[in-house]
């Protein structure tokens, strides 16, 4: 009887030592990583498309309205595509690299680039290779963005 009770609070004591550390651990784990939002790695470019800041959208329409809209428009093909929809149409990596130097998609044979370039009449895609990773970022959030409220 008396090995019996020495076993039952060796267990007890066991028991409640288990308890304290976990309790403990509980308290002393790092939180958990909240998510980040996706980024878009394009050779050496890395895009953020998140809710842009006031600051990135103005400096992504700016970038539009100078380099892109002679020839896009939002909802009108002009003398390259309609983008209200390109980001459901094409892959995000897809438009960073378009954007950056379309004639290295079609060097490289990527087929939507080439039946692109031939729906257009063979129209000559001006090659972005000076935006710098921010140009970009701005442009790519203002395109995302302005296409979501239109």
Known sequence: MINQIKLARTLLT????????????AFYLPEPKKEEPPKLICGNVFIEIQQPTDEIYLAGERL????CSSCHQMHKKVIGPA???????RDSLWIVAATVNYQALMD????TAIDLYREYN???HVIFEHFTDK????????????????
């Open 14 to 25: 066991a028991c409640m030592m288990l308890c304290i550390v976990l309790l403990t651990m």
């Open 64 to 67: 539009f309205k100078a380099n």
């Open 83 to 89: 983008l209200a929809d390109v980001f459901e149409r």
């Open 108 to 111: 490289e044979g990527d087929q």
């Open 122 to 124: 063979k129209t000559q």
């Open 135 to 150: 140009d970009l970022n701005a442009l790519m959030n203002y395109l995302k963005f302005t296409v979501a409220y239109w």
